[in-house]
């Protein structure tokens, strides 16, 4: 049995995957896809915790622009 682990990318990086995905809930899926974890900065976790919040209380930044 193996342990799948994944490295989040910079803030930057993942900034241009959030807009390239057709929603932030095919984003957030397409980080955690096929991982056991987790691993990155905290500007990068905070990131990726920011647009779970906005998904769960249904903030939508794009829709605000």
């Given amino acids: 049995m193996s342990f799948n682990r994944r490295i989040?990318?910079?803030v930057?990086?993942?900034v241009k995957l959030r807009e390239k995905a057709q929603n932030d809930e095919?984003?957030?899926?397409s980080l955690y896809r096929g991982a056991d974890?987790?691993?990155?900065?905290?500007?990068s976790f905070n990131y990726v915790a920011q647009v779970?919040?906005?998904i769960e209380n249904k903030i939508n930044k794009r829709d605000e622009n």
């Fill in 8 to 10: 989040l990318p910079e």
């Fill in 12 to 14: 930057e990086k993942l």
């Fill in 26 to 29: 095919e984003f957030i899926k």
């Fill in 37 to 43: 974890a987790l691993q990155g900065s905290t500007e």
């Fill in 52 to 54: 779970k919040y906005e």
